[in-house]
């Protein structure tokens, strides 16, 4: 039992979590049992999880769907974004022109322009993927511009003096430089796309996590749209930890990665 | 020292002046300057006197705006092959390894990296890096560092290093150690340093020439040759024939009135 021991008495930061999210179900179940509420307002946990093993492959074959069109979404927008960003680190008319363009059209609500994308693109996966794409490129530009400027001069006096390209200066230099800012703009991405797939379900189509959401609630079956709720959370989560970790491997280096070990060494 | 030999590094009336929206600003203007090759130069000023303008334009990473630049007897046009360079900060890339931002250097001029390890390692090791090649540079002192970026740019076995106040960020005692090594290294080599710094005592320390810089507009106001013998040990600054070094300069900058008296 040491290993429960430990788990129990040491600082754990995923256990403490784990504890409140606990505590909290605990109470909403009790609550619901206490107060009884009616169904259609607010459904106990139990309920939630035996309307989910009911049909469990129906859910997931739609949270496969939201899924999928999320991560196509997420690395369009990684691509897409990687791409712009350098273009205009490295050109003042698209600074001037395209970003400028960006940081305005950033504060204008671009799910509103959900609808206009699937009377352009359908009702298939190709409208949710745009409208996810619109939210998550911008977190991504941002982030990925401001790192490969941040940039010390003299790093890039250094690369001149030894009659380096331009080439070299961005693949040895500016970029592993920006990658900190980089994962810093995915990881807003990834949870816009997912509300990007969200919507677009939404809006239109028969397939996704959304698409249950809005049946449901249609059919005033809240025990079911709790169920798609709890599965766009744990997947918002997980995603969010998948480029965690992927940065923790890359990133070793980086400030926010180091540890105890990396203390200044004397002399 | 070296007369009648052809300079390394020429300058001949060379000015650079920075455009600005409110009027132009001078920033070297006639300066003139031979540097004998295997000799170490220091300059010296106070801030604002151009003299890292004045290294950065010697490296071809600023054009000048008039005057003409020799380098080994060829007109200078964009960085020369054979120059390494150290800034005050080491800009070393924390995703490397020490050895790996070593073999930067090579890498950058393309040239293979196999070819150059070996030399990167005895770099290390005459520079006290010995074992800390894997190390990160997050890893080590700020001393350290500067030594691991001097490396790098020693790496290609350039005929020219410049070196702009390396050691200005560095505590005392790390900087007479670095003043040291530095010295000893240079010795037996027959590389040509110009070496930026604002402390008039490493200026004499170091070099065989100390070029005194004034500022509005930088300008070059006065060359001492340093007679001193080497190897120097630093106790060489606690002697007559140093203080009346320094004393001359300090003399001369207060006349200036850039230093006071």
Known sequence: ?267 | MNQGTQPYVALDRVAKVYPSPRGDVEALADIDLEIAPGSFVSVVGPSGCGKSTLMKCLAGLVPITSGTIDINGRSLEGPPGAMGIVFQRDVLLDWRTILDNVLLQAELRRLPRADYRERAMQLLARFGLEGFEDRHPWELSGGMRQRAAICRALLCDPELLLMDEPFGALDAMTRDDLNVELTRIWQGTNKTVLFITHSIVESVYLADRVVMMSRGPGRIVEVIDIDLPRPRPLSIRETPAFGAYVHQIRHHFAELGILKE
Do not use: C
């Open chain 1, 1 to 267: 039992m040491t290993g429960w021991r430990k788990f129990l008495m040491g600082e754990s930061r995923t256990r403490d979590v784990l504890l409140v999210l606990a505590a909290l179900v605990a109470i909403w179940e009790l609550g619901v049992w206490h107060y009884e509420p009616p169904r259609i307002f607010l459904p106990p946990p139990s309920a939630i999880l035996a309307e989910f093993l009911t049909t469990p492959e129906l859910f997931i074959r739609h949270m496969g769907y939201t899924l999928w069109t999320t991560l196509l979404a997420f690395t369009i927008s990684v691509a897409l974004g990687i791409t712009l960003s350098v273009a205009i680190v490295y050109s003042r008319l698209l600074e001037r022109t395209i970003y400028t363009l960006l940081v305005a059209l950033n504060s204008v609500p671009k799910v509103a322009l959900a609808p206009l994308f699937v009377i352009w693109l359908g009702t298939g996966m190709e409208p949710k993927i745009a409208v996810a794409v619109m939210l998550a490129l911008f977190p991504i530009v941002i982030d990925t511009v401001l790192g490969l400027r941040s940039v010390d001069p003299d790093m890039v006096n250094l690369a001149r003096a030894a009659r380096a390209s331009q080439l070299q200066i961005l693949a040895k230099i500016r970029f592993p430089n920006a990658l900190p800012s980089l994962f810093a703009g995915m990881k807003v991405a990834i949870s816009f796309a997912l509300v990007g797939a969200i919507v677009g379900e939404f809006v239109a189509g028969g397939n996704g996590l959304g698409f249950l959401v809005l049946v449901a609630q249609g059919q005033f079956d809240t025990t079911r749209v709790f169920v798609s709720l709890v599965l766009l959370g744990l997947m918002g989560t997980a995603l969010f930890y998948a480029l965690d970790f992927a940065e923790r491997l890359m990133l070793p280096w980086h400030v926010s990665q180091r540890g105890e070990g990396g203390s200044q060494h004397g002399g």
